[in-house]
């Protein structure tokens, strides 16, 4: 019995793990690493020569570099946001053909499954889920095949008005399975690319 006085112990230390996709993660995490030092290493070179620019001339390169450092800046946000452009097309593309099949999957029927685009991200991801889905579907066929073999055997058996209804729900639910695994969705998802 738990009285209003107990308190909720809470663990003093939740473990996170952020590396969950090592491949994957670090690819992104390099490569967002080196537009930034890439980015950094070009402005820094520039502004360096604005500098020894300057100081050979005796002009005062505070302009300019003011807007070097502007353009550089805004240089690194174009580069970062076409990467972000491609990365997340490479991601997104997968999600939305994945939940368009779970769509499916939810209404009854078997989505006609396709390779992701040679580019695409979230490839091993999607090969379980495929693999899932072929399984589900084997096993439905599976259970259409059982249904079927108790079926015709019932069916001379069956004199009660109870026993003919039970064959109907049963007739019913293996029509239902055989239209699902034998049917597939009809159109086959548009790439998003």
Known sequence: ????????VRPSHVRRTYILDRPFQLKYILLL???????????GLL????HVSAVASGVDGGQTLLWLTVLGSLGTAVALGLFGLVFTHRV????HVMSLYVAALAAGRYPRLRPLRRGD???QFFDRF????????????????????ALEALRPVATTPEALEALGTLSALHTRKRQAVDNPTGSTFKSVA
Not at 1 to 8: I, W
Not at 47 to 50: K, L
Not at 92 to 95: D, L, M
């Open 1 to 8: 019995m738990s009285d209003g006085n107990q308190k909720t």
């Open 33 to 43: 690493a080196g537009i930034g030092a890439g980015s950094i290493f070009v402005f």
């Open 47 to 50: 502004a360096h020569r604005v």
């Open 92 to 95: 997104a593309g997968p999600v």
């Open 121 to 123: 991200e979230l490839k």
């Open 130 to 149: 495929t693999e899932a889905v072929t399984r589900i579907r084997e096993r439905e066929a599976d259970e259409a095949y059982a249904l079927e073999t």
